[in-house]
């Protein structure tokens, strides 16, 4: 394909002839690079019609950089970027600047940068041991199957969930499998109007952020915890109260007395992997009842139960419509997929219905057709069926190898889970420890972004065993187990 001609403008201010200018401006796009070698350029008709000039002006033009090897004639094929063109820059065009003149500070009414996150490694599968998680495992992901359910959401039946702008509303076929298989599973019965489909769960939350908190108010949160639900909390401007857990995950009698809202993790919290015990979770439903505040529910990972069935979510079990619960699909079939929901009354889907509209409109058609075709036609059940499996012999084997590693495991799930939470020696960094094992092919995950300020401790990280094969853990384990040693 040659360059488009509405690539190329004339300057009104240029000092020059029209044969000088075009040849700056060809010449400067090749030596800054937006031009690359090999590129076919306009024909000089075209581009003569585009900049309304006379053909012989751009003709001329092309003759000097050719002469000048900037550009080369291939008989009736063309003019292309010459493979030698010169390499020393010219001087910048009238009205060009190297520098950026904006006042971004003064510009910036609001900011989004700077919380603390995890450090995610894009190129993870080059590394021999890589404990990460939240990510896919090719080897039980049904690539086949996928495809398969791709191609039937491609096919002429389903050209309007293809092509069709949803607006405010889902795929159908998705919400009828949310509503009477996935969501039943966990003891919640829901209708249409009263679930959301999202671009994965954080979404989710930062809508609920957005709709039930302002600057005058109240939210608690797990500490450690997720710090995804903290930057939601952070751009809703409201007070911020960090509640620390322990083994048993959030403890109710630590809640503020002035509180609005309560974001948790109860079946399965991030990192510590604890599960609220049945009694909590009644005392935090009779709490949110008698202080009027909501509580919005993670349920991360409630899939992944190997061990035992999951507790029963806490939406199940509430009465009042006090709990907003958030699901997501990008955790059990693949993160890129970024596709969740939200399972609330009608008064605040709505508005979140309107929100979304406002934003991103609606998750792809094609995406959310394929993932119900995908879960209608029993897939996704045979792989969790498959992941349970394998993560129960991974987990089997990691918990060996830490046995006389010198690594305390401060957290894992008692329902199954796809991680450990670790605590080592109170002297090590582990964001220091990280960067020392990456050079030896280790990916591990430090745990101070979980925790809130910067007074929390340093000790702590997430090994995962969803991303390694079992054949790979001892060893992994047992460079870090040297890599503590040295430090």
Known sequence: MPLAEDMFFLDPNFQGSLQNQIRQIVASAILSGRFA?????????????????????????????????????????????????PSVPLPNLPGETTGDLVDWDAALRRRFAGGKTVKKEVNWRQYPYPFVCGQPDP????QAHWRLCALQALGKKEFDSLTSD????????????????????????????????????????????????????????ENPG???????????????????????????????????????TPSHHCPTMATLPMKRRYELLRLAREREFLIVEDDYEFEMGFLKPPSPALKSLDTDG????????????FPGLRLGYMVASEPLIEQARALRLATLRHPPGHIQRTTAYFLGLGHYDAMIKRM??????????????????????????????????VEAPAH?????????LE???????????FFHGEGGPKNFFRLAYSSISREKIPAGIEEIKQAVARY
């Open 166 to 221: 949803y607006a405010g509303h889902d795929d159908p076929e998705l919400i009828k499998f949310i509503a009477r298989h996935t969501l039943p599973r966990r003891g919640i019965l829901a209708r249409p109007e009263q679930i959301l489909v999202t671009v994965g769960a954080q979404n989710a939350m930062w809508m609920a952020g957005q709709l039930l908190l302002d600057g005058s108010s109240t939210a608690a949160f």
């Open 428 to 436: 090590i960094d582990t964001e220091v420890l990280a960067i020392q």
């Open 226 to 264: 997720y710090h995804g639900i903290r930057e939601v909390l952070r751009h809703a401007g409201c007070k911020m109260v960090p509640i620390q857990v322990d083994e048993a995950g959030l403890p109710p009698e630590a809640l503020p007395q002035d509180l609005d809202v309560l974001f948790a």
């Open 322 to 333: 006090r709990v907003v619960y958030v699901g997501s699909f990008s955790k059990s079939l």
């Open 388 to 421: 349970r499996t394998e993560f129960q012999k991974r987990r089997s084997v990691m918990e060996s190898a830490l046995e006389g590693s010198g690594l305390n495991v401060a957290g894992r799930a008692a329902f199954g889970g796809s991680n450990f939470w």
């Open 139 to 142: 080897t039980l992901f049904n």
């Open 37 to 85: 070698a090999g590129e076919k350029l306009p024909s000089s008709r075209k581009l003569a019609v585009h900049l309304g000039i006379s053909r012989i002006t751009v003709t001329l033009a092309y003759h000097e950089l050719v002469a000048d090897d900037y550009i080369t004639a291939e008989g009736r094929s063309g003019y292309y970027v010459s493979e030698t063109a």
């Open 439 to 449: 050079t030896r092919g280790v990916l591990i995950e430090a745990g101070a972004p």
